[in-house]
Every structure is written in C-alpha cells, then in structure tokens.
C-alpha cells in the first residue's frame, strides 16, 4: 500500500467503528477527531442517515473538524456534508414506490417460507425497513442486543439462503447480505464500490487516494466490492482493531496534511 497516495480515508461503520447498531467508544471517537484534523474522512453504510447521527456524529468529539467528514449512507445512494453547521444533502437515489413494495413483499415472504421470520417477542425495533434508496430485512430487528445478532447466523448461511431466495424473485433488483442478520435490496449495482465511485467523483480524488478500512472485505463481505474496485483496503476484525490501527496509521498520514 502506497500511504503517501492517500489523501482520504473510508470507513464501514457497523462492527468498523462500532459495534453494531452502537455509539462509537470513547477511544473511537478520540481517534476519529485525531483522524480529521490530518485527512478528510467518509464512513460509508448501509444504514440511514438516522443511524449515522446517533452512532456517529452524536459521538464525535466537539472539537471534530465535520467539514472534513463525509457521510454517505445507504451504500453512498445518498451523500451529505457539513455547512454552516447543517448536514446537507449534495444527492439521494431512492427506490420507486412500485420497487418499494415488490421488494418487501418478497423479503417478507421469502423469509417465512424458509422459516427465517422470527416470533415477534424474537425482535426488537424494525424487521423490514424502508430506507429510501435501499429495503433492508433485520431477522432480529434493528434494535437487537448484539450478542444475540452475533449468534443468530455465525457463518452466514442463513443470509446465503433468504438472499438466494429473494434474489430470484427480484430479478431486476440487487439483493445482497448486509449486517450480521440482514438482507438489503437495492437498485442494480448499488454497493459499496458504487459509493466510493461516486465519493471520487464527488472529491475529485482517484481511487488509488482512498484507503477504506472495513470487517467484511472476504468474499462475499459487504465491503469486498471495494477491494474489486482496485481500492486500497484494510481489513479489521471489528472497532478495537480499527483503532489500534488507526493509532499506527495517524503518524505517518501527519507529515503530509493533504485537504480536499
């Protein structure tokens, strides 16, 4: 990897800067402001942009330089930046109403044919989610304990199944595994490479001046269609990791202040 190339750095948020569903640790978000006051910073999800605000920018030191952070949530269909204080919408790319609703109701009864529709005691806050640009299928909820997330599909195989399922109903949507319980759908070729296309175009930067950090960069990992795109990439196995490395990264992006 070539650091002295980099003039940005990209973030996954879930189980990357913080455990899913959860508010950055105090270590984290030190080191995020550390992070800013050195290079422009985007952190991309598939989560909406309610999600970011309170596990993000809720978190963020009061000292953070926002006007160097980049939000794009739902895989970058949408795009935000702070001015004057005030996170502005620059873009959003939403689903049509019609695709809206032949995608919940074929998540919805996929998942209860293949008796992956958890009893509704099973599941805390929303189940099929309507996130503009993007449908997204919890099994457990959004609200769900993370330990309990962690244990309802450890190897991944019930996703594998439910997004196997929906993808043939779906033909003209993409439907891909997202988080540790669920399933997104979306227009075609809306992934993760799609958002970090669209934030070079956005920055002016190239593709080799971005380095994105995530957890699942394996093959089939929601992070992998970064890799695929030839972007710099490194892998972490969740938030503590992500900030040791951050704390070996920082001092050699320093000597080189590199703003957008």
């Known amino acids: 990897m070539n650091l002295a190339a980099i003039r940005m750095v990209a973030f996954d948020l879930d189980d990357t800067l913080a455990e899913s ?4 640790s105090p270590e984290m978000a030190e080191v995020l402001g550390q992070l800013l006051d050195v290079i422009p910073v985007c952190v991309i999800s598939g989560g909406r942009y309610e999600q970011f605000e309170s596990q993000l920018l809720a978190n963020l030191p009061a000292t953070a330089d926002l006007t160097e952070l980049h939000l794009m949530p739902t895989n970058g269909t949408r795009y935000l930046r702070s001015v004057d204080g005030q996170w502005l919408e620059i873009y959003a790319h939403d689903l049509d109403e019609d695709e809206k609703a032949r995608a919940i109701r074929a998540v919805s ?3 209860r044919q293949l008796e992956l529709w958890e009893d509704d005691d099973r599941v805390t806050g929303p189940r099929v989610e ?3 640009s993007q449908i997204t ?6 609200r769900a304990a993370v330990a309990d997330k962690k244990r309802w599909d450890p190897d991944g195989a019930k996703r594998e199944r439910l997004r196997a399922a929906v993808s043939g109903r779906l033909p003209d949507l993409e439907v891909r595994a997202g988080g540790s319980t669920s399933i997104d759908i979306t227009s075609k070729g809306i992934d993760k490479a799609y958002g970090i296309r669209a934030l070079a175009e956005q920055t002016g930067l ?8 995530g957890d699942r960069l394996m093959p089939g990992g929601n992070d992998y269609p970064v890799l695929e795109l030839g972007v710099a990439c490194h892998a ?3 938030p503590d990791e992500t900030v040791e490395y951050l704390h070996e990264l920082i001092p050699q992006l320093i000597p080189r202040r590199g703003r957008n």
Do not use: N, P
């Not at 569903?21 to 950055?24: A, C, D, E, N, Y």
């Not at 593709?207 to 950090?213: S, Y």
């Open 21 to 24: 569903k959860s508010s950055l």
């Open 206 to 213: 190239g593709l080799d001046e971005i380095l994105f950090i």
């Open 130 to 132: 309507d996130r503009g």
């Open 137 to 142: 299928y919890s099994a457990l909820g959004q």
């Open 109 to 111: 009864e996929a998942a």
């Open 236 to 238: 972490v196995s969740g």
